[in-house]
Nanobody, 123 residues
Framework: QVQLVESGGGLVQAGGSLRLSCAVSGRTFSSYTMGWFRQAPGKKREFAAVISTSGSTTFYADSVKGRFTISRDFVKNTVYLQMNSLKPEDTAVYYC????????????????WGQGTQVTVSS
C-alpha cells in the first residue's frame, strides 16, 4: 500500500511562487511514476506534470510548461512541484498520484492519490 500526503499549498499573488511537496510512504518509491494533477472548481481534473521512476524524464501540460518544475528526492521519498510565475488560472486543488511503471498522462491510469492541497492565486 502506498500513501501520499501533499503539502505546500496556499494563497499567493499573481507572479509569485509556491513549492508543493508530496511525501510517499512505502519502500518502493522508485518503482512509481509520479504525477501532479489539478482540479479547478467546476472543471475536470487535469494533468499538470509527471516524472518517471528514475527521475530522468518529465512531461508537462502546455499550460504550465516553462513555469512549473517537477522533481523527486529518493532519500526523502518525496516528489515536488515548483510553481513559478503563477497565474489566477492556476487556482485549483493540486493532487499528487502514483502508478507503477512507465509514464502515464491520464488520471484514470493512476492507482494512488493524495488528499489534495489548495492553491489560490490572486490577481
Amino acid at each position: 500500500q502506498v500513501q501520499l500526503v501533499e503539502s505546500g499549498g496556499g494563497l499567493v499573488q499573481a507572479g509569485g511562487s509556491l513549492r508543493l511537496s508530496c511525501a510517499v510512504s512505502g519502500r518502493t518509491f522508485s518503482s512509481y511514476t509520479m504525477g501532479w494533477f489539478r482540479q479547478a472548481p467546476g472543471k475536470k481534473r487535469e494533468f499538470a506534470a509527471v516524472i518517471s521512476t528514475s527521475g530522468s524524464t518529465t512531461f508537462y501540460a502546455d499550460s504550465v510548461k516553462g513555469r512549473f518544475t517537477i522533481s523527486r528526492d529518493f532519500v526523502k521519498n518525496t516528489v515536488y512541484l515548483q510553481m513559478n510565475s503563477l497565474k489566477p488560472e492556476d487556482t485549483a486543488v493540486y493532487y499528487c498520484a502514483a502508478v507503477r511503471g512507465g509514464i502515464k498522462l491520464q488520471s484514470s491510469s493512476y492507482d494512488y492519490w493524495g488528499q489534495g492541497t489548495q492553491v489560490t492565486v490572486s490577481s
